[in-house]
């Protein structure tokens, strides 16, 4: 097996707790992926993720079915599993769905939302705003899939927290790039723009949270093009 010198592998290991193995081994290939101990790209060997797991083929090959259907990972003829490449063309479709879902959950979040939900969504977006501040790169995707988790909880349409769903490794992938590779000025217009959600959803005011909800996906969307090399800086 090919050496990995500036990879930490031990982190992949897989332990036999209460949550069956095929759990386990989805949850840190996948971690794996988002954190580009993968790269985009690299093929994926079965033996030496047997390997670096310490769990059996069977449930490698398990997760890697389940990985594909999330789309962090693509089967190519005569190569196997290879972990994917967001083009910029993917990504600004994603942006697409998300201007469009939600803008939606945070209209019917204000309307909907318990004032608990509330309180919960506003102190996740102050944790993640305080992480984005103190460029904890490694921190923001999570606070981030935390806040929209809760937002589109509480905006009470199943079938849009069902649609945004399927996307959610790929909008975590697309975070932790362009939260790593984005700029300053970037990270500030972002807060903003979070701080301008936060506030309209505790004023109860639906338009005003939509708006800034879209205004913070296009935003990303900028940067994503920009990361991703679509597009010079801005």
Same mark, same amino acid.
């Given at each position: 097996?090919?050496?990995?010198?500036?990879?930490?592998?031990?982190?992949?290991?897989?332990?036999?707790?209460?949550?069956?193995?095929?759990?386990?081994?989805?949850? #840190?290939?996948?971690?794996? %992926?988002?954190?580009?101990?993968?790269?985009?790209?690299?093929?994926?060997?079965?033996?030496?993720?047997? /390997?670096?797991?310490?769990?059996?083929?069977?449930?490698? #090959?398990?997760?890697?079915?389940?990985?594909?259907?999330?789309?962090?990972?693509?089967? %190519?003829?005569?190569?196997?599993?290879?972990?994917?490449?967001?083009?910029?063309?993917?990504?600004?479709?994603?942006?697409?769905?998300?201007?469009?879902?939600?803008?939606?959950?945070?209209?019917?979040?204000?309307?909907?939302?318990?004032?608990?939900?509330?309180?919960?969504?506003?102190?996740?977006?102050?944790?993640?705003?305080?992480?984005?501040?103190?460029?904890?790169?490694?921190?923001?995707?999570?606070?981030?899939?935390?806040?929209?988790?809760?937002?589109?909880?509480?905006?009470?349409?199943?079938?849009?927290?069902?649609?945004?769903?399927?996307?959610?490794?790929?909008?975590?992938?697309?975070?932790?790039?362009?939260?790593?590779?984005?700029? /300053?000025?970037?990270?500030?217009?972002?807060?903003?723009?979070?701080?301008? %959600? %936060?506030?309209?959803?505790?004023?109860?005011?639906?338009?005003?949270?939509?708006?800034?909800?879209?205004?913070?996906?296009?935003?990303?969307?900028?940067?994503? #093009?920009?990361?991703?090399?679509?597009?010079?800086?801005?």
């Amino acid at each position: 097996m090919r050496s990995r010198p500036s990879r930490d592998a031990s982190a992949l290991r897989v332990s036999r707790t209460r949550e069956t193995l095929r759990e386990k081994t989805v949850e #840190r290939l996948r971690e794996s %992926i988002l954190n580009q101990f993968f790269a985009p790209g690299e093929r994926l060997i079965e033996r030496e993720l047997c /390997e670096l797991t310490g769990v059996s083929r069977t449930s490698v #090959r398990e997760a890697l079915r389940q990985l594909e259907s999330e789309g962090l990972i693509e089967t %190519i003829p005569n190569r196997g599993p290879v972990v994917t490449s967001l083009s910029l063309e993917d990504a600004m479709q994603i942006y697409e769905v998300r201007e469009a879902l939600e803008g939606l959950a945070a209209r019917l979040f204000v309307k909907r939302a318990s004032d608990e939900l509330v309180d919960a969504l506003a102190r996740a977006g102050e944790e993640m705003i305080e992480a984005a501040v103190q460029g904890d790169v490694h921190v923001v995707p999570d606070r981030l899939d935390t806040f929209y988790g809760l937002l589109f909880e509480g905006c009470g349409n199943a079938i849009a927290a069902s649609l945004i769903r399927t996307l959610r490794a790929r909008m975590h992938y697309l975070r932790a790039t362009t939260t790593r590779r984005g700029s /300053e000025s970037h990270t500030r217009t972002g807060v903003r723009n979070y701080r301008r %959600i %936060i506030a309209a959803v505790k004023k109860r005011d639906a338009q005003a949270a939509a708006s800034a909800c879209t205004a913070q996906v296009r935003h990303a969307a900028k940067v994503a #093009r920009v990361v991703l090399g679509g597009e010079g800086s801005q």
